[in-house]
């Protein structure tokens, strides 16, 4: 199949929403002479948020799903003493409090967010009640009542205020002793001889699990602090394997309808794979596999491979007991 497939990392501005994103790749591709590409996005990401949003074209766009269920990194700020009816900057404020917590307590609280932990949506969600989008009723007027969900908290981390070892912190799987404690200028707020320091605003990083809302988080940390807050700072700084080193700017996105070359953009099918291994498979291997075909004999453990033959992607397959079947082709 001819036309480009793979991935364009777009550094997602504030403002844009993901379908208009989706909408400006299209665009620029159709500009660039491509004509009609198969384009879908690997995550939403809120407008007022910004960041890492995977965006695949062609056969990658059979990973979406994966992507939907991938892992999520954000840096987030929140502001206390006020909650707005959106949780974020673009709504009305709900409540007031004139607590402001001791910045020790904030760290303190954070390993109790930390794991598998129950959260109920924002009203603002694209979430459906009784077919309705839950932000459509909210901005109506109507009461909306959210259920209750699971999810996990892998890592919710203070980030440093000098603005460093951010990746080394949302990588982390712990909260460190102390990550103020090499920041220069500021106290140690885990030593008991520190000065009392209250918390206007906090930036923290996380890892979080599919269906996390980060700020109905915020709104939790707030609440078990005593107070009230909103997010005032959202950013996703990764999205399944991708991380924001690998995004491009709007700018350069929108160069290649003036006829930058795409390729110095586009990331190959399989790093929307790096997360599991790869399965080299024979000519007479890989054709059979293109057919649906069951592969019998594999030494291979069990579990999710990619499979290729030479440097192309086959199909994603998953062994169990020497067998591997096809879970989803690529027409390359």
Same mark, same amino acid.
């Given at each position: 199949?001819?036309?480009?497939?793979?991935?364009?990392? /777009? $550094?997602?501005?504030?403002? !844009?929403? =993901?379908?208009?994103?989706?909408?400006?790749?299209?665009?620029?591709?159709?500009?660039?002479?491509?004509? %009609?590409?198969?384009?879908?996005?690997?995550?939403?990401?809120?407008?007022?948020?910004? #960041?890492?949003?995977?965006?695949?074209?062609?056969?990658?766009? %059979?990973?979406?799903?994966?992507? !939907?269920?991938?892992?999520?990194?954000?840096?987030?700020?929140?502001?206390?003493?006020?909650?707005?009816?959106?949780?974020?900057?673009?709504? @009305?404020?709900?409540?007031?409090?004139? +607590?402001?917590?001791?910045?020790?307590?904030?760290?303190?609280?954070?390993?109790?967010?930390?794991?598998?932990?129950?959260?109920?949506?924002?009203?603002?969600?694209?979430?459906?009640?009784?077919?309705?989008?839950?932000?459509?009723?909210?901005?109506?007027?109507?009461?909306?009542?959210?259920?209750?969900?699971?999810?996990?908290?892998?890592?919710?981390?203070?980030?440093?205020?000098?603005?460093?070892? #951010?990746?080394?912190?949302?990588? =982390?799987?712990? /909260?460190?002793?102390?990550?103020?404690?090499?920041?220069?200028?500021?106290?140690?707020?885990?030593?008991?001889?520190?000065?009392?320091?209250?918390?206007?605003?906090?930036? !923290?990083?996380? %890892?979080? =699990?599919? #269906?996390?809302?980060?700020?109905?988080?915020? *709104? $939790?940390?707030?609440?078990?602090?005593?107070?009230?807050?909103?997010?005032?700072?959202? *950013?996703?700084?990764?999205?399944?394997?991708?991380?924001?080193? @690998?995004?491009?700017?709007?700018?350069?996105?929108?160069?290649?309808?003036?006829?930058?070359?795409?390729?110095?953009?586009?990331?190959?099918?399989?790093?929307?794979?790096?997360?599991?291994?790869?399965?080299?498979?024979?000519?007479? =291997?890989?054709?059979?596999?293109?057919?649906?075909?069951?592969?019998?004999?594999?030494? @291979?453990?069990?579990?999710?491979?990619?499979? +290729?033959?030479?440097?192309?992607?086959?199909?994603?397959?998953?062994?169990?007991?020497?067998?591997?079947?096809?879970?989803?082709?690529?027409?390359?």
């Amino acid at each position: 199949m001819s036309g480009p497939h793979g991935w364009i990392i /777009l $550094d997602k501005p504030r403002g !844009l929403g =993901s379908t208009q994103a989706v909408a400006a790749v299209k665009r620029n591709l159709r500009q660039a002479g491509y004509g %009609k590409v198969k384009v879908g996005h690997g995550g939403t990401l809120d407008p007022l948020a910004e #960041g890492v949003l995977p965006i695949a074209l062609g056969e990658a766009t %059979k990973l979406c799903g994966r992507m !939907l269920d991938a892992n999520k990194a954000y840096e987030f700020t929140i502001s206390f003493g006020e909650e707005t009816d959106t949780l974020d900057t673009e709504g @009305q404020v709900i409540a007031r409090s004139d +607590r402001r917590p001791p910045l020790a307590a904030v760290f303190a609280i954070l390993d109790h967010f930390t794991g598998a932990i129950d959260q109920v949506p924002p009203a603002y969600s694209a979430l459906k009640v009784d077919g309705r989008r839950a932000y459509e009723m909210a901005r109506a007027g109507e009461e909306v009542e959210l259920k209750t969900r699971q999810v996990t908290i892998h890592t919710l981390v203070p980030l440093p205020r000098d603005g460093g070892a #951010g990746e080394d912190l949302w990588t =982390s799987d712990s /909260l460190p002793a102390s990550a103020f404690a090499t920041t220069a200028g500021r106290p140690d707020p885990y030593d008991p001889a520190a000065p009392l320091e209250l918390a206007e605003t906090v930036t !923290l990083l996380t %890892k979080v =699990s599919k #269906g996390t809302y980060i700020r109905s988080l915020a *709104r $939790d940390i707030a609440h078990a602090l005593g107070t009230v807050g909103y997010v005032t700072y959202l *950013r996703r700084v990764k999205a399944g394997p991708f991380d924001q080193s @690998q995004a491009i700017s709007l700018d350069k996105l929108n160069a290649i309808g003036q006829g930058a070359p795409l390729e110095d953009v586009i990331l190959p099918l399989e790093a929307g794979l790096d997360d599991i291994p790869a399965l080299t498979l024979s000519p007479d =291997s890989a054709q059979a596999v293109r057919q649906g075909r069951v592969l019998s004999g594999m030494p @291979q453990e069990d579990g999710l491979y990619w499979a +290729r033959c030479g440097d192309v992607p086959v199909a994603l397959v998953e062994l169990s007991g020497g067998d591997a079947r096809v879970v989803r082709g690529f027409n390359l």
